[in-house]
């Protein structure tokens, strides 16, 4: 899929947990952790796009290629957008420098619906809730589906909500977003052109200003073992999930 880059923006600041794109966990900077899947992915050239020299010479020490982007490029969109606007590649793959459990298929996965749904403007991925504490954290963001695959929402807050619970046996199960985005080239140029929308601002979700202006974003479904990390607490969250993984 060479015409395909993926885009890793990792912001140093972060109000909730200040520089954990270089948490190193086992030894290995978050970030890090984020290209290697991407490089095994082989779904096209993986930069990451960074707003600090310490986190371009981390990436650059293990071998990889980053770019500083302006301070000015406050979202991750934005710093995404600066990369692929000089490359302008057919589809651009925008994975968070801060999934560091994110699985290589994961990422392949979602190059695939871009390809296979033309529908789609953009690409996501999703995973059923394996703990149900999770469900009520608004650090975790939620998706809602249609049958289609269409992503009909995201929030901070538990969606769907049960409101007759025992009405709600059977039902769908939670799903959690994972935070990778796959663009056409011309969705993202226009994505990047749209204000913050509303709700985006109130939930704190750039993909929500995407859904207000009609874009559509498509989902696969998937079986990681995400762990997001937003706080300190994820870190050791993630360690839990590797031992159970090496199990």
Not at 33 to 40: E, L, N, Q, S
Not at 192 to 202: A, H, Q, V, Y
Request: overall charge positive; charged content about 25%.
């Amino acid at each position: 899929m060479t015409d395909c880059l993926v885009v890793i923006p990792a912001r140093l600041g972060s109000t909730r947990f200040p520089a954990k794109v270089l948490a190193t966990l086992r030894g290995v900077p978050v970030v890090e952790w984020c290209r290697r899947a991407a490089v095994a992915a082989k779904v096209g050239p993986v930069v990451v796009a960074t707003d600090h020299p310490k986190v371009l010479h981390a990436v650059e020490y293990y071998g990889g290629e980053a770019v500083l982007t302006p301070p000015s490029r406050a979202s991750r969109t934005a710093r995404v957008w600066t990369v692929a606007k000089a490359r302008k590649p057919r589809f651009v793959i925008n994975l968070q420098g801060d999934e560091p459990l994110i699985q290589a298929a994961t990422i392949r996965k979602v190059a695939e619906l871009l390809r296979s749904r033309p529908e789609a403007n953009i690409a996501t991925a999703v995973v059923p809730f394996s703990d149900k504490k999770r469900f009520s954290d608004p650090n975790v963001v939620k998706a809602a589906m249609g049958d289609n695959g269409r992503c009909l929402y995201f929030s901070r807050a538990p969606i769907p909500f049960p409101r007759d619970p025992a009405a709600a046996n059977g039902a769908r199960t939670p799903l959690q977003h994972i935070g990778i985005y796959g663009f056409r080239y011309k969705a993202l140029q226009r994505f990047i052109t749209l204000k913050p929308s509303g709700l985006e601002r109130l939930e704190c979700l750039e993909q929500l200003r995407a859904l207000e202006a009609g874009m559509t974003i498509y989902a696969v479904r998937v079986g990681d073992r995400t762990v997001a990390i937003d706080t300190p607490g994820d870190m050791a969250r993630a360690e839990r999930t590797l031992r159970k993984s090496d199990a």
